[in-house]
């Protein structure tokens, strides 16, 4: 079974509207932690924001944000006043916290985003 | 900030040459990885060193040595590759690893090509 779903292929949005990101992750572990990741064409993956399974608030980070979902185990990213710069893949990805720690940070499929003029 | 540099960002080799791959990091960071990123499937851990000891290789083959000499840098050394095995590879550090809320910075890749 896949540890991290991204169901969404290729998102649009026109530019200075909000887009949402989903990801849904699978794990039984208490402890773990969420992260997404900007890939833009020029390959580099951008850490965007953080959200840890025991953090009460969800993760801000200037125009992104975190809509985590605990129960629903999903934590979608979104995307406020887009930008035509935000064109690129995302990628949600899981840090299970289980014996010690993990070396493993396990990545979803991600999704491409195209913002619009 | 240039945190994590790659060298080259590309590289067109055959099955019977020898390359390698070098990373760097400016950040101070304790722990380095290695990551492979093929067409259409999820970024994939390949090695991880920390404080210049590898902790971690995800059943990688042969064909792929990594060196760390140091914490700031890291090597992937590349001989007698298959055609599959043209990919983005990228770098990445951590603070230190196994701790849940590290971030890993990453590089700007290299699209490695074997003919």
């Known amino acids: 079974a896949q540890k991290i779903t991204q169901t969404q292929p290729g998102m649009f949005v026109q530019e200075k509207e909000a887009v949402t990101l989903d990801c849904t992750y699978d794990t039984s572990d208490q402890s773990y932690g969420l992260f997404w990741y900007k890939q833009p064409s020029s390959g580099e993956m951008i850490f965007l924001i953080y959200q840890g399974s025991y953090d009460e608030q969800n993760a801000t980070e200037g125009r992104y944000s975190l809509n985590f979902q605990k129960a629903r185990k999903s934590a979608n990213l979104v995307i406020s006043a887009s930008q035509l710069g935000d064109s690129a893949m995302y990628f949600c990805a899981m840090r299970e916290g289980s014996q010690g720690g993990s070396e493993k940070l396990v990545f979803g499929k991600g999704t491409k985003l195209t913002v619009n003029p | 900030e240039t945190g994590v540099t790659q060298t080259p960002r590309h590289l067109v080799m055959g099955m019977t040459n020898k390359k390698s791959l070098k990373c760097e990091q400016h950040?101070?960071?304790?722990?380095m990885y290695w990551y492979k990123q093929s067409a259409k499937k999820p970024l994939e851990l390949m090695f991880v060193?920390?404080?210049?000891?590898?902790?971690e290789n995800n059943s990688v083959p042969s064909r792929f040595s990594p060196e760390c000499p140091n914490s700031s840098h890291l090597f992937l050394h590349l001989h007698t590759l298959q055609p599959e095995d043209s990919a983005l590879y990228l770098c990445?550090?951590?603070?230190?690893?196994?701790?849940?809320?590290?971030?890993?910075?990453f590089g700007p890749g290299t699209r490695l090509t074997v003919l």
């Open positions: 060193y920390s404080l210049e000891e590898r902790v």
């Open positions: 950040l101070g960071h304790n722990a």
């Open positions: 990445a550090s951590s603070r230190q690893s196994g701790r849940l809320t590290d971030t890993q910075y």
